[in-house]
């Protein structure tokens, strides 16, 4: 208990004393996971309202998809992300191993499909017949998925940003930050020599 006392203490005096590098890991994380949050709350959203008002082959296979996506491993995502963007890998070329932007595509990964997830299935609770009854009455396509996500959007959008939110950020929170020109820096400071 006493660990952790000592660490909560020197936590909070290098945040009083303004250590420029605590602040600049702080604003780095904050802005990842605010990023990779907007990123899948713009991508998940409209991805999730068509996989639930539509039907097509392979629509089962997508959920299942999502549904396991929901659930992925970070360490899984990171190993993933890392072979994507080996100079090796398929986007090795782009030398995006080792940035924020790296660290927000993996983020991405980790909370899309939360958002996604969350948005099929609000959306799937509007019972069949008041759609149907929205079209009998000549709403059009956009019509119909602006009244049945904007009234639902207030109850699960919120639910699906914090969602998403802590999962990216609890996933990636205690993983270590790479950056090019320190090789690797930490969420905490690291020990001086």
């Known amino acids: 208990m006493e660990l952790i006392g000592q660490g909560l203490l020197q936590a909070l005096t290098l945040l009083a004393d303004g250590d420029s590098q605590v602040w600049q ?17 713009v991508l ?18 997508v959920v299942s998809l999502i549904n396991t996506g929901m659930g992925l491993p970070p360490v899984v ?10 100079r090796n890998g398929v986007l090795g070329g782009l030398e995006l191993l ?7 595509l993996a983020q991405l990964i980790i909370a899309a499909p ?10 799937q609770q509007v019972p069949e017949r008041f759609r149907l009854q929205l079209l ?21 959008a919120p639910r699906s940003w914090w969602a998403a939110t802590s999962r990216a950020r609890r996933a990636f929170s205690r993983r270590p930050l790479c950056s090019r020109r320190a090789r690797v820096t930490s969420t905490r400071p690291l020990p001086s020599r």
């Open 136 to 156: 009998a009455l000549g709403a059009s396509r956009a019509q119909l998925v602006w009244t049945l996500s904007a009234p639902s959007s207030r109850k699960w």
């Open 77 to 86: 995502v990171g190993l993933f992300v890392t072979i994507v963007l080996w």
């Open 114 to 123: 939360i958002v996604t997830g969350l948005t099929l299935a609000a959306i």
């Open 44 to 61: 998940g959203v409209p991805v999730g309202t068509v996989l639930a008002l539509t039907r097509f082959p392979g629509r089962g296979f």
């Open 25 to 41: 890991i702080t604003w780095l994380s904050l802005r990842v996971s605010a990023t990779a949050t907007l990123l899948s709350l």
């Open 98 to 104: 080792y940035t924020p932007t790296a660290m927000i």
